[in-house]
């Protein structure tokens, strides 16, 4: 198979696009032949290695999984030992250990049918950043008629959160660059407050709830907009230490939760099956829709990453690994003969 991959921890320039062996499906696993991958920040991270200490579990010296890309929708043409519910021919979205290639393994314990309503490259760009943002917003137990500011809203993770909360029925105030105002305000925002012309407080109103996506901003500055009794869910930052990258902060959010009356989270999101398939849910009632920055082919992975890491994208950058209108060539394993779908 093609496949995208890095040897060595750093920037783009590390990938490069080679022919590696088609990955067999374990016991609980499928063989996905994947038509569109998802990019995020969390592919930036595990491409440069940093912060430092992220490496215990992405590999010391070198990545532990050379194929960057963890989103992917794609068509099942295998199935490992002891699978059932999934057949051959099935349409999924899910999460591999290397999206970024022509076929990957999922487990089952993080695959979903694809939504009906998208198509592949929209429905690559769900299930990272969508599984963040509603269980982050789920976290935050946002409610109807409640305040809720989404910091960071534009993003890959951001542009979902505040569809799950107004969803909910949450009034939002979102948190973006000027230039990307009109987006968030397009997926339901009551109200925008771009980053360059104020900061999170200059609206003097106390929130239900917050949730912190993008930025670095203190934790002494969240819990001032924070109401007595609101949560704060602290989903991520990208601060430059070398050896947490702004993980302090959501530790010390953690730490400091018991002592006071607002709620402090540290959020990790976990890639579960079941809120796959009710983000999927919320997909084909409407209530929830990707928002794509850009589409590329799988040449262009590293031009892709380099915009993901720079902070430009609005929404998710997509990586198309089907060729368009190409037949994809056939695996060579009896359990996994199916054409690939190709959209």
Do not use: N
């Amino acid at each position: 198979m093609r496949a995208v991959v890095q040897e060595q921890y750093g920037g783009p320039e590390r990938l490069h696009l080679t022919d590696r062996p088609d990955p067999v499906p374990r016991r609980g696993e499928v063989l996905v032949r994947v038509a569109a991958a998802g990019l995020d920040r969390g592919t930036v991270h595990v491409m440069t290695g940093r912060p430092l200490l992220a490496r215990l579990g992405l590999g010391l010296r070198r990545p532990r999984f050379p194929v960057p890309g963890r989103d992917l929708c794609g068509t099942v043409v295998g199935l490992g030992p002891g699978v059932t519910g999934v057949a051959v021919g099935d349409r999924v979205v899910g999460t591999a250990d290397g999206s970024c290639a022509e076929l990957a393994v999922v487990p089952l314990a993080r695959l979903a049918a694809a939504p009906r309503t998208l198509d592949e490259e929209e429905a690559a760009a769900l299930p990272v950043s969508g599984l963040t943002a509603l269980q982050a917003v789920r976290t935050a137990a946002v409610g109807a008629g409640q305040r809720v500011l989404v910091v960071g809203a534009s993003g890959g993770v951001g542009t979902y959160a505040v569809q799950l909360a107004v969803a909910a029925g949450a009034r939002v105030t979102a948190v973006c660059s000027r230039e990307k105002a009109d987006l968030v305000r397009e997926l339901g925002a009551a109200h925008v407050v771009a980053h360059e012309d104020a900061d999170v407080d200059a609206e003097g109103v106390r929130y239900d709830a917050v949730v912190d996506i993008g930025g670095h901003r203190s934790l002494r500055t969240l819990r001032a907009v924070l109401a007595p009794r609101g949560t704060l869910v602290v989903v991520g930052s990208e601060a430059p230490g070398r050896w947490l990258g702004g993980l302090e902060r959501s530790v010390g959010a953690a730490l400091l939760s018991p002592f006071v009356r607002q709620r402090l989270v540290m959020h990790v999101s976990r890639e579960r099956a079941a809120d796959l398939a009710e983000l999927v849910a919320l997909v084909e009632a409407g209530a929830v829709r990707p928002v794509l920055d850009h589409v590329v082919p799988l040449a262009e992975t590293a031009r892709a990453l380099e915009h993901v890491a720079a902070g430009r994208a609005r929404g998710k950058v997509v990586v198309r690994v089907a060729p368009q209108g190409g037949t994809p060539r056939p695996v060579a394993r009896p359990s996994a003969r199916a054409e690939a779908r190709e959209g």
